[in-house]
């Protein structure tokens, strides 16, 4: 089975700590364009609310006590359907509301086109 999303080690470090400092489980949603782009948004879960517009990519394993969520929008997902996503942090800081903006870094997302024996093993996705 082929992921369609991942996390890197810096993320996943950035996410413990934020879990941490939240002591709320957490969840993206991968902006569509306003808020800073098309920057991946951390949220602990509940303040943003998914709906039938929206598309699970995955769950991620941070390390966290429990998974992170990753969605997007549908329209969004039209045209990001063929593509792996690395949710990846830099230093600087974002203009969005994504939690970890008062860290000094900044969520990015790292994508590359799935290999054509990936494409054959994604399951469907999801929708909110």
């Known amino acids: 089975m082929a992921q369609r999303v991942d996390v890197s080690e810096d993320a996943a470090a950035l ?7 939240h002591g709320q489980p957490l969840m993206f949603h991968q902006s569509g364009g306003c808020c ?15 709906g039938p517009a929206d598309v699970l990519l995955g769950e991620l394993e941070p390390g966290t006590p429990e998974p992170v969520p990753v969605w997007i929008s549908k329209a969004q997902f039209e045209y990001w359907s ?12 974002g203009a969005g509301f994504s939690i970890e903006g008062p860290t000094g870094n900044r969520f990015v997302i ?9 494409t054959e093993a994604l399951e ?3 929708t909110g």
């Open 15 to 21: 996410l413990r700590r934020l879990r941490e400092d």
């Open 36 to 50: 800073d782009g098309s920057a991946p948004m951390c949220y602990t879960q509940g303040t943003f609310m998914t």
């Open 110 to 118: 790292r994508s590359r086109l799935f290999s054509d024996e990936e």
């Open 124 to 126: 469907p996705v999801t």
């Open 82 to 93: 063929h593509t792996h996503i690395t949710i990846d942090v830099v230093e600087g800081r």
